[in-house]
């Protein structure tokens, strides 16, 4: 049964790690799999419950970033409160309508109408929107090596 345990939650590690880099799959959540999976199978004897409520913090948090990277792209590029708030409206409506499509589109779009409603001229929205797309690349990055962090941590809680 521990061969059989381990070999999903390598599985659901690896699978994660490719959802880091591929927006459709739920990446650092699979991870998180990965660690609850082999500790219910092996009895928590390479991890306990701190290393759990420690990685379920970080997933959470992650999760958490993509959704408010947008909107802080968007003020480093000098767009007003109008424009971080429709980046982060643009996160959340964009993904419940195209899903990780609308997570990745969402925020520019949004922080550009934000903009535009409120008079900024043309220019002024789309550096906002691009500051909101860079903010979502930022977070992206970060995603990916929180994920290698992870996995390499699995690995060591294994071995050691």
Known sequence: ???????????????????????????????????????????????????????????????????????????????TSAGVWGAIIGAVVGFMILSIWGLILGPFVGAVVGEMLVGRSQQEAWKAGWGAFLGFLASSVFRLIIGFIMAVLFLYFLIF
């Not at 701190?50 to 947008?70: E, H």
């Open 1 to 79: 049964m521990q061969t059989l345990g381990l070999i999903v939650a390598l599985i659901c590690i690896a699978v994660g790690l490719v959802g880091t880099l591929i927006p459709l799959l739920p990446g650092i959540a699979l991870i998180y799999v990965g660690y609850l999976v082999w500790g219910l199978v092996s009895g928590w004897s390479d991890y306990g419950w701190t290393t759990m409520v420690v990685l379920g913090i970080v997933t959470t948090l992650t999760y958490v970033m993509d959704y408010l990277a947008g909107a802080v792209g968007a003020k480093k590029f000098g767009a």
